[in-house]
């Protein structure tokens, strides 16, 4: 049987992989999937305690989390998509209208 | 079957539903198959249900709460009682003719499954307003058709002056209608209550809190009464608020017809005549409303006098019309102003329609210079409009004899003298014009363009039906239902409906002033008949005569540009003055001041918001990081 440890392991390094997307990337769609990594690893942490501690409530969890993460990404990618089209670009540095 | 009374209004309803929905894309061309039909149902209902309260029944029916805020509780309830009836077989049956008129009229307008729309959405609010139970669902009605008024004058909204005449009657209607409301509120603070049955029960019961003098010294149900007859003077247009209506003969003539002459411009008679309760409390009010009844009545017949659009001859025709119907309600004489309704809604639909056939036959020509010697191509035409225009005129035994003598008779046995010559005065002219609008259409040589003449065609069947039906109603409703005067059908069956007319002061041969008010007729339509028909270069020799006065007439009175100079200018003025002078430089500025301030106060802080994304993640991520550092080492 695969040690609890491993699986934190893995949602660890998968969560440092998103945070370094979303830190050095510059286009708008990569920091998206980065931060759809981060929520993932976090899902994989749930399951693994739900399945160690033998509580469904980290499963649960995990559905809520699934569920936001779809409204999530339908309205974020209308967003990038509207950025696209007013702005002609997806790249985040180039969109700065908020810039003090 | 009169339990089903929400299936008059419904029919018009769902055809509004139907063809607002699939007019446009499906129906097209093929509008008329829904609108008719559901015009016609209604008057079927209508009809079915007539025959029941012939029978004796009424009917107080409430379908389901409206408005429900603590005391203020109003139902969506409809009461089918004589008065009630009588406009809702007048306005279904007027109603359905012109729609079928329409399918002739309209035919080939890009705008024709719209046209039909608005006329079944007018139908549905016409109805609500006579049949409510309330007077709020009165008043939903009532700016129902307002609405339905506005859209239907501005149809042809590619022409500027047709949007004008919408805008102006609505503006105008407004005014009237801020009277309304204020009635409505000061009803509603002093007997608690809108709906007819409560509030008449307590102006019967307890009317010593009505009438005691209060603000101003003068009762409340006087303030009541007036205020809502500032609304019929919008509505109806009467005097000084009826410069809409002839302004408002811009849209297609079929609505002039059904709107602007039958149905919608008489809701404040039916207003008044359905408020008799309280305004026979009300003897300073009654006053006023015959006064202004028998001034519009003069004032409107001299500019019909000389004007040559043919709709807005018979528009003035209309006002003046009114005007009699007030002057009946104002004396009274209630009973007698409703007859007036449904006769008036017969013979001047019949002459709109008639108007409108002629309008069609020569490809819009609206001026009656040039028309001329129409009797012999239009002749279904030329007798029908001949019909229309006698009992306009007064003529025995026309419809118009029956209702306008009754009136002036109860406003002479009523002791209003003065009232009783300004209103015979007005029957002269009303003679005088109604001639000289038939001769100068009808008769003499063609005077228009020679290109239309060759092709002239007289109306087809859909718009030739309602000219019969019409001309017939013409002939025959005022003896059936007038005869004999003052105690015909009619007065027996709206008797329950209306408060008791008062009673006569002065005595008077009926005969004799019925007489005389033929005589009246007579010499009018003599006089038109020689000014028209044999020395036809004495009219203008008249004008060149008396100048200054044809030129008043000619110029309406002015009224126009009165308004215009002393109201409507005035006022824009001063909104001007409010735009640039208030709005702009204070509540903006106030408003630009404040965003200013703060920017000014935060130029040093707003570095913070560097525009770089790499930067934000950066604070959150170290924000994270102290965080979890502090939950987990921090205890």
């Given amino acids: 049987m695969v040690p609890l440890w491993a699986y934190l392991f893995l949602s660890a390094f998968l969560f440092a992989v998103g945070v370094v997307g979303v830190a050095t990337r510059r286009n708008a769609l990569v920091i998206f999937m980065s931060i759809e990594l981060m929520l993932n690893a976090v899902n994989l942490s749930f399951v693994a305690f739900a399945r160690f501690l033998h509580s469904l409530d980290g499963q649960v969890f995990v559905f809520f989390v699934m569920t936001v993460a779809a409204a999530e990404v339908a309205v974020g990618l209308a967003i990038i998509i509207a950025i696209f089209r007013n702005a002609e670009t997806v790249n985040v540095d180039e969109v700065h209208l908020l810039k003090g | ?190 007997c608690g209550t809108l709906q007819y049955a409560e509030v008449f029960a307590r102006a019967a019961a307890l009317p010593a809190p009505l009438t005691a003098p209060a603000v101003g010294g003068v009762s409340l149900v006087t303030w009541i009464t007036l205020l809502l007859f500032i609304g019929a003077m919008g509505k109806s247009a009467q005097l000084p608020l009826y410069v809409w209506l002839p302004d408002a003969m811009e849209g297609p003539t079929p609505v002039s017809a059904l709107i602007h002459a039958a149905t919608m411009v008489t809701a404040g008679v039916y207003m008044v005549a359905r408020s008799s309760p309280l305004y026979s409390l009300a003897p300073p009010t009654l006053e006023l409303v015959a006064t202004i009844g028998a001034l519009t009545a003069l004032f409107a ?43 008036h809604a017969f013979f001047k639909a019949l002459l709109f329609l008639g108007a409108g056939a002629v309008i069609h036959a020569l490809h819009g020509e609206q001026d009656l ?51 009783w010559a300004l209103g015979l005065a007005g029957a002269f002219l009303t003679a005088f014009y109604m001639t000289r609008l038939y001769c100068l259409t009808f008769e003499g040589p063609f005077r228009g363009d020679p290109a239309h003449a060759r092709h002239l065609h007289d109306a087809p069947p859909s718009m030739a039906l309602p000219l019969l039906v019409l001309a017939l109603g013409s002939v025959v409703v005022g003896g059936l239902l007038g005869y004999p005067p003052e105690h015909g059908l009619v007065h027996q069956f709206l008797a329950p409906s209306l408060a008791a007319a008062p009673e006569a002061a002065g005595h008077a041969s009926a005969g004799l002033l019925a007489g005389l008010s033929l005589g009246v007729a ?45 109201i409507a200018s005035p006022l824009m003025r001063l909104s001007a003055f409010l735009w640039r002078g208030f709005d702009v430089t204070i509540v903006d500025g106030a408003v630009d001041g ?20 790499f930067n934000y993640v950066l604070s959150i991520l170290a924000g994270a990081v102290l965080l979890l550092g502090y939950l987990v080492l921090g205890r």
């Fill in chain 2, 1 to 190: 079957m009169i339990q089903y009374i929400w299936l008059v209004p419904a029919f018009p309803l769902v055809g509004v539903v139907i063809n607002g929905l699939f007019g446009r894309s499906y129906l097209r061309e093929r509008a008329h198959l829904v609108a008719v039909p559901a015009a016609g149902l209604s008057f079927l209902v209508a009809l079915l249900i007539a025959l029941e309260v012939v029978a004796g029944r009424t009917l107080d029916l409430h379908l389901y709460p409206w408005i429900v805020a603590g005391h203020f509780q109003v139902p969506i309830g409809f009461l089918v009682d004589p008065l009630a009836t009588v406009m809702m077989l007048t306005v279904t049956f007027v109603g359905l003719l012109i729609h079928i008129y329409s399918i002739g009229y309209m035919h080939g307008d890009p705008g024709y499954p719209r046209f039909f729309v608005y006329m079944n959405l007018f139908m549905f609010s016409m109805l609500m307003l006579v049949l409510a139970n309330n007077y709020l669902l009165m008043f939903l009605g009532w700016e129902g058709v307002g609405l339905c008024s506005y859209l239907l004058i501005g149809f042809w909204y590619e022409k500027k002056t047709a949007t004008d005449a919408g805008n102006k009657a609505f503006l105008v209607n407004r005014v009237g209608d801020a009277g309304f409301l204020l009635g409505l509120f000061l009803l509603w603070t002093t």
């Fill in chain 2, 301 to 343: 017949a001299t500019i019909a006098c000389v004007q040559t659009d043919i709709k807005r001859v018979i528009a003035y025709s209309t006002i003046s019309q009114l005007g009699y119907m007030f002057l009946g309600a104002g004396v009274g004489a209630y009973a007698s102003g409703i007859f007036h309704l449904a006769t």
């Fill in chain 2, 369 to 419: 210079q040039r028309m001329g010697g129409l009797r012999r191509p239009l002749k279904l035409t030329a007798y029908t409009f001949l019909i229309g225009a006698a009992a306009n005129a007064g003529v025995f035994p026309l419809a118009g004899f029956w209702s306008k003598d009754e009136i002036l008779f109860a406003a002479f046995t009523t002791g209003h003298y003065g009232l």
């Fill in chain 2, 522 to 566: 007579g010499a009018g339509i003599g006089a038109g008949t020689l000014l028209y028909l044999r020395w036809r270069d004495v009219p203008e020799l008249l004008a060149a005569r008396f100048q200054r006065a044809y030129r008043l007439l000619w110029h309406q009175y002015y009224v126009d540009e009165v308004y215009w100079d002393w």
């Fill in chain 2, 594 to 613: 404040v965003a200013r301030l703060l920017e000014l106060g935060s130029w040093r802080v707003r570095r913070l918001q560097t525009g770089v994304v």
